[in-house]
Nanobody, 121 residues
Framework: QVQVAETGGGLVQPGQSLRLSCAASGQTFSISAMAWFRQAPGQEREFLSGITFKGGNTYYAENRFTISKDDAKDTVYLQMNSLKPEDTAVYYC?????????????????WGQGTQVTVSS
C-alpha cells in the first residue's frame, strides 16, 4: 500500500509564488510515477505535471509550474510561479504503480486528500 499527502496550499496574491509538497509513504518501492492534478469548483480534474520515480523524467501541461522530487524524503514538489486568479483550485497529488507517463486520472492508483490554493487580491 502507498499513502500520499499534500501540504503547502494557502491564500496568495496574483503574481506571487507557492510551493506544494507531496510526501509518499508505505511501499514506495512500487511507485512508477507521481503527478499533480487540480480541480476548480464545477470543473473537471486537470492534469498539471508528472515525474517518473526512477529516472526523474518530467512532463508538463502547465509551463509556469515545475515538478521536482527529493528521493531521500520520498517527496515530490510543485513550484508555482506567476500565480493568477484562474489558478484557484484544489490541488491533488497522485501515485501510479503501472505507468510512467500517464496524464489521466485512471492512470493513477493512489491519491491525496487535496490542498486548497486561492489566488486573490
Amino acid at each position: 500500500q502507498v499513502q500520499v499527502a499534500e501540504t503547502g496550499g494557502g491564500l496568495v496574491q496574483p503574481g506571487q509564488s507557492l510551493r506544494l509538497s507531496c510526501a509518499a509513504s508505505g511501499q514506495t518501492f512500487s511507485i512508477s510515477a507521481m503527478a499533480w492534478f487540480r480541480q476548480a469548483p464545477g470543473q473537471e480534474r486537470e492534469f498539471l505535471s508528472g515525474i517518473t520515480f526512477k529516472g526523474g523524467n518530467t512532463y508538463y501541461a502547465e509551463n509556469r509550474f515545475t515538478i521536482s522530487k527529493d528521493d531521500a524524503k520520498d517527496t515530490v514538489y510543485l513550484q508555482m510561479n506567476s500565480l493568477k486568479p484562474e489558478d484557484t483550485a484544489v490541488y491533488y497529488c497522485a501515485a501510479a504503480t503501472r505507468l510512467q507517463f500517464g496524464a489521466a486520472q485512471s492512470d493513477y492508483d493512489y491519491w491525496g486528500q487535496g490542498t486548497q490554493v486561492t489566488v486573490s487580491s
